[in-house]
């Protein structure tokens, strides 16, 4: 079956500028899992949705970042006046549920980078 | 302060020369420790959930193992496929839910 999706797979863009990174779930996942991943790093968590609410967003570095899970399906990871420290590799995860014994799926993740 | 280490950071081995992995973690009241493999430009795979010391799966050429202090990655006789960077993950308690915190990861090379 199709697996976690994420569009696009590189952005680049310039210091200041507003972006927008999707990740699609695997059907059914009621949890979703925002990471982000820099070189030579272990995925950093930033947020996780349950449904459509966002159980817990405290790993988001500051009041630039957001994110939506509208519909509890499709999320959307918001970064508004981009800085350069924001290039990362963004992945999203999906899992059955918030058990935490229960496996994650991940991404492929977003290159991000901001000149 | 709740952490994840894992060692070596970097390990070359030769196909057939079998080898152990390190990922350390304080933790009080373990929810389970998770390894996952990760190859370049993509997202880490899924291996296994270990929940209890002396706890043991296997798949492949792949043994995981955990104590109540650290977990090891045992790979017997590697082989080029196995290069990857593998890493461990442990939930940790942040605002009434469970987060899975990652190390930095083992960069593996096995050479043919």
């Known amino acids: 079956g199709a697996g976690v999706s994420q569009t696009p797979s590189n952005k680049v863009t310039e210091k200041g500028k507003y972006v927008e990174l999707r990740c699609d779930p695997i059907?059914?996942?009621?949890?979703l899992y925002w990471y982000r991943q820099s070189l030579g790093q272990g995925p950093e968590f930033l947020i996780y949705?349950?449904?459509?609410?966002?159980?817990?967003d405290s790993g988001l570095p500051n009041d630039r970042f957001f994110a939506v899970r509208p519909e509890g399906s499709v999320s959307t990871l918001k970064i508004q006046r981009t800085e350069r420290g924001d290039s990362a590799v963004y992945l999203c995860?999906?899992?059955?549920?918030?058990?935490?014994?229960?496996?994650?799926?991940f991404g492929p993740g977003t290159r991000l980078t901001v000149l | 302060e709740d952490q994840v280490t894992q060692s070596p950071e970097a390990l070359r081995l030769q196909e057939g020369e079998s080898s152990s992995l390190n990922c350390s973690y304080t933790?009080?009241?373990?929810?389970?420790l998770f390894w996952y493999r990760q190859d370049p430009g993509k997202g880490p795979e899924f291996l296994f959930t270990?929940?209890?010391a002396g706890e043991e799966k296997e798949k492949e050429r792949l043994k995981a193992t955990l104590t109540k202090k650290e977990s090891f990655l045992h790979i017997t006789a590697p082989k080029p496929e196995d290069s990857a960077t593998y890493l461990c993950?442990?939930?940790?308690?942040?605002?009434?839910?469970?987060?899975?915190?990652f190390g930095r990861g083992t960069s593996l090379i096995v050479h043919p």
């Open positions: 995860a999906s899992s059955e549920g918030t058990s935490t014994y229960n496996e994650q799926f």
């Open positions: 059907s059914g996942h009621t949890a």
């Open positions: 949705f349950q449904g459509t609410g966002a159980a817990d």
């Open positions: 933790v009080s009241g373990l929810r389970g």
């Open positions: 270990l929940y209890s």
């Open positions: 993950a442990v939930p940790y308690l942040s605002g009434g839910s469970y987060i899975p915190t």
